[in-house]
């Protein structure tokens, strides 16, 4: 036990000192960090048997600190120390993975005490690697059964199954609409080839039920984009109603099932197909908060999650896209001349014709009254002009309510910005698009980008 290696981290000075002097009388060997950043940098540098870190810190917090520690390959037990405040978010961190933790202010022995019987039983699983294994998997496949964010379940699955394979290349993606992945994980794989390897493997994850490889006639295709079909392994993600999305592993040991416990790896797909089916439900769920009742586009509440979640995909793997906003012109003449009712019979069309106007990949928004939005993934600027063409063309020249026997014109207004190239913020960017639509007013029936704004 004398050798047992502990990572401190406190903000505090006091602190740091406190606990390291404890810690070295007991004969453990102690390193201190200050922040959260720190203490992260520093365990993926080198393993330790413990990490000791206060809860509430400027930057990376506790929690972050335990699920960097979590996701290593040899993970650290890890006791949190907190202040009666956030009590409540300890006792929820033992849930993800923390061994214990500790009520500021504590008597010195009691924590000499959790630290020496975390360590034992941390050494009495070290003799059984068996056991350690299995109760990691167990440990792993808990955090992802009990996520319900579905665009973190993924890259948090996929980790998970390349450190239990020994493969090192892979991805993930979520179906847009049921029709086109939408790539939300990658692992040493660059984008368009993570793309063109989903979309060849769609058919054969549309028909699979499991963990498996692709069948042996996607072999000439898979070889052509430079993959080897006997190390490519898929998972699928769905329900009864289809495939909603899927892990790629491209370089897994070609004679896998000899190298991993296979009762492991099952346990292991059925965890993250669990969690993903939670995910998936409660996705659902949030989707009828986020969906505007006449249109059924999405709501301007889910414009700021939708446009955070797009900033953060495309910072991570270093793509673009581009906000499209519209903006019905005279639009209060239908509801003047004919009503309510057929202006909402209108805005019902207009979402009609948007979804014909872009890609399933891309979302649509009822913003709020006659206003409407896009979001373009993986679309610059040059793009973006061009699809606000499109959708100004046709709605310029769509007749709106024959039905009722009331035909009537509309046209929009459209302004754009593109991520990174005119804004890298959220808010700049919103600002941007809302700004070239603005200009286009004056003329009404245009398109006009950020270049476009006259410069004050």
């Known amino acids: 036990m004398s050798q047992a290696t502990i990572l401190v981290v406190d903000d505090e000075l006091f602190f740091r000192k406190l606990y390291c002097d404890l810690l070295t009388e007991e004969g453990y060997q102690v390193e201190v960090c200050e922040t959260g950043d720190d203490a992260i940098n520093r365990m993926e540098q080198g393993s330790f048997d413990l990490v000791l870190t206060d809860m509430v810190m400027p930057g990376r ?4 600190v335990l699920r960097a520690a979590k996701g290593l390959p040899n993970p650290p037990e890890v006791i949190l120390i907190t202040g009666y405040a956030s009590l409540e978010s300890a006792i929820q961190a033992l849930k993800s993975g923390a061994r214990d933790y500790l009520v500021k ?12 019987t975390c360590l034992e039983q941390r050494h009495l699983l070290n003799e059984n690697q068996q056991l350690k294994g299995q109760i990691q998997l167990f440990q792993t496949g808990q955090a992802l059964s009990s996520l319900i964010d579905i665009e973190r379940i993924i890259p948090q699955a996929l980790d998970a199954l ?3 394979t020994k493969a090192t290349t892979g991805c993930g993606f979520l179906m847009k609409q049921g029709l086109q992945p939408y790539l939300t994980a990658l692992h040493n794989i660059d984008a368009d080839s993570a793309e063109k390897l989903a979309l060849t493997l769609l058919p054969a994850m549309d028909e699979a039920d499991s963990f498996c490889q692709p069948e042996a006639e996607l072999s000439t295709a898979l070889t052509a984009l430079g993959f080897s079909p006997k190390q490519l392994w898929f998972l699928p993600l769905g329900d009864s109603d289809g495939l909603k999305g899927g892990l790629i592993l491209c370089d897994a040991p070609e004679n896998l099932a000899g190298q991993v416990p296979l009762p492991d790896l099952r346990f292991l797909c059925e965890q993250i197909t669990l969690g993903f089916d939670n995910a998936s439900r409660y996705q659902d769920a949030q989707e009828l908060m986020y969906t505007d009742d006449l249109t059924g586009l ?9 446009l955070e979640h797009e900033i953060r995909r495309s910072q991570r793997y270093g793509l673009h896209f581009s906000l499209l906003f519209l903006d019905l012109d005279n639009f209060k003449q239908i509801n003047d001349t004919h009503g309510h009712l057929a202006g909402s019979a209108a805005l019902q069309e207009v979402g009609r014709l948007l979804r014909a106007c872009v890609r399933d990949v891309d979302t649509l928004f009822r913003y709020g009254g006659d206003e409407f939005a896009a979001i373009l993934v993986e679309t610059d600027g040059h793009t973006a002009k061009i699809v606000a063409e499109r959708i100004r063309e046709t709605l310029e020249g769509h007749v709106f309510l024959e039905e009722r026997k009331i035909p009537s014109r509309l046209t929009t207004t459209a302004g754009y910005a593109t991520f990174p190239s005119d804004a890298v913020e959220q808010e700049a960017l919103l600002e941007l698009a809302d700004r070239a639509m603005y200009v286009g007013k004056k003329l009404r029936n245009v398109v006009r980008g950020v270049a476009e704004i006259p410069q004050e």
């Open 61 to 64: 917090c506790g929690l972050e």
């Open 298 to 306: 999405y709501n301007h509440r889910y414009m700021q999650v939708a």
């Open 162 to 164: 390349l450190r239990f």
């Open 105 to 116: 202010p504590f008597n010195p022995d009691e924590m000499k005490h959790q630290v020496r």
